[in-house]
């Protein structure tokens, strides 16, 4: 912890700039003790943060550990079925069995909070700059800051035992400095979001007054004003302040248009085109996948396959997501199967080496449509349930719903928008608070159900963690 992975920049003149997508991968050690003499210093720790997204535990996938913010959440609700490929890899986490000492667990607490430390190595002394260099300083610290508050806001999401703004329950330990012998306690859920959205809003601040473009091009690499204020809505909706999450989105929304065609959506998956990113972790060849744990394309495994009640909220000929999402691809003895294709590879591959999209627009349709329906502003909300569905139906015409029939079609719409992209399994946790399998063809051992009062809707503590950290003495997850 005393040290700081840098990395070397691959491309000529890049080492001021953010303009182009960067493979991050770490070259070389610096003793964190140094105080770094300039801002480049600066910019390569900020590199390495960002290149840590890709590690196995947070949005990659590895042989025993599947995406934890990616299709994860996905694979332990009620649209992603586990079969007979998946050889029970993840069904620990899938089926909702885990205990404290569980690897898979303790593998995303660890690459959560090596994200945190390496976002706090970026953010110690920065400020030596400030008279010299302020817009610089503020571009990168923005960028620090704004991944310290998501990742903590994600750690949230899974060892959060509620998610109110003002809830007295457990949160989670939050870690601002630098200090190899800190042992964080685990803060109430109301502490938690003080602190996380402290860091999200001079986050947002500070990337709103910077000395260059934070993202050009096709690169969507860098979390900008734009990517903050999507993070500050979802955040916001979860923590049940609606009419902040209203705010957030909306000026998203004024700022980045959906896709206008079927082929600006289509090319959105295949990385032919950032129409709607409005951030995206790159992956490219060597540094994993983000979804190999869902249909892996080279070994033709269909780990998780939509379940048909998913499948069944589509309209099959009109939506265009449903082409986009979804196709036919025979098993080795030429049983045809329907898979996840959404993140299956770049053009024609079946690689599974696509960039992770980690916020998108249409996101935010959803957010502020379920934020506006809890506000009783139903006539808004609809316009947007209606709004994001004429870009995706063919021939849509507008409906009108109210009460509770207006918050079921926008979680239904969360489905039919966000497969695969690991919410579903959180927007239960925050709304009924209960999974329910019921699919007639998956597997026995997979037909379930999690009742609100399950001890599983949290995570435990790993035992590591509270075997090394005394401060963590009786804190550890309730039920565990």
Request: aromatic residues 10%; hydrophobic residues 40%; glycine residues 6%.
């Amino acid at each position: 912890m005393k040290r700081i992975y840098l990395s070397l920049l691959l491309t000529a003149g890049l080492t001021t700039s953010c303009s182009d997508v960067l493979n991050v991968e770490p070259e070389y050690v610096k003793d964190g003790n140094q105080i770094f003499t300039n801002l480049r210093d600066y910019e390569f720790a900020l590199t390495g943060a960002y290149a840590q997204f890709r590690t196995v535990g947070y949005y990659g996938s590895g042989g025993q550990t599947t995406s934890t913010w990616g299709n994860l959440p996905d694979m332990m609700s009620d649209i992603l079925a586990q079969t007979g490929d998946d050889l029970a890899n993840w069904q620990n986490q899938s089926n909702w069995e885990y205990e404290t000492n569980e690897n898979d667990l303790e593998v995303a607490w660890l690459a959560a909070f090596g994200i945190i430390s390496q976002a706090n190595l970026t953010l110690r002394n920065i400020e030596q700059f400030s008279s010299t260099s302020p817009k610089a300083v503020n571009r990168i610290k923005g960028q620090a800051l704004a991944i310290r508050g998501l990742v903590h806001f994600d750690l949230l999401r899974f060892w959060g035992e509620s998610y109110g703004f003002n809830d007295s329950s457990k949160g989670i330990p939050f870690v601002d400095q630098v200090d190899i012998m800190q042992k964080p306690a685990r803060l109430s859920v109301a502490e938690s979001w003080t602190k996380i959205f402290k860091d999200l809003t001079e986050a947002e601040t500070l990337l709103g007054d910077v000395d260059q473009a934070i993202n050009s091009g096709t690169a969507k690499s860098y979390i900008d004003a734009n990517a903050v204020r999507a993070i500050l809505a979802r955040a916001n909706l979860y923590a049940g302040r609606y009419a902040e999450a209203e705010n957030y989105a909306s000026q998203v929304i004024s700022a980045v248009p959906l896709a206008t065609s079927k082929a600006a959506f289509e090319s959105i998956w295949s990385d032919a085109g950032i129409t709607e990113v409005l951030w995206k972790v790159p992956f490219s060849a060597g540094e994993g996948s983000p979804s190999s744990g869902l249909h892996n394309g080279p070994s033709n495994r269909n780990r998780f396959r939509p379940t048909s009640t998913a499948l069944a909220l589509y309209d099959q000929e009109a939506d265009i997501r449903y082409a986009a999402y979804f196709t036919d691809r025979n098993a080795a003895n030429g049983t045809p199967r329907k898979i996840v294709k959404k993140f299956l590879g770049r053009g024609a591959a079946i690689d599974n080496l696509v960039d992770w999209k980690a916020f998108r627009v249409a996101e935010q349709y959803l957010i502020r449509a379920e934020a506006r329906a809890l506000q009783n502003k139903t006539d808004l909300a609809n316009a947007d349930l209606n709004a994001l569905r004429a870009a995706r139906i063919t021939g849509y015409t507008a409906k009108s719903y109210s009460g509770q029939e207006l918050l079921n079609e926008v979680a239904d719409e969360r489905i039919r928008e966000l497969i695969g992209e690991g919410h579903r399994f959180f927007d239960l946790k925050r709304t009924t608070k209960v999974v329910e399998r019921k699919d007639p063809s998956q597997l026995a051992s997979t037909v379930l159900t999690l009742p609100s009062s399950h001890r599983a809707w949290t995570w435990p503590i790993p035992q590591s963690e509270m075997d090394a950290n005394d401060s963590m003495a009786g804190q550890q997850t309730t039920g565990y």
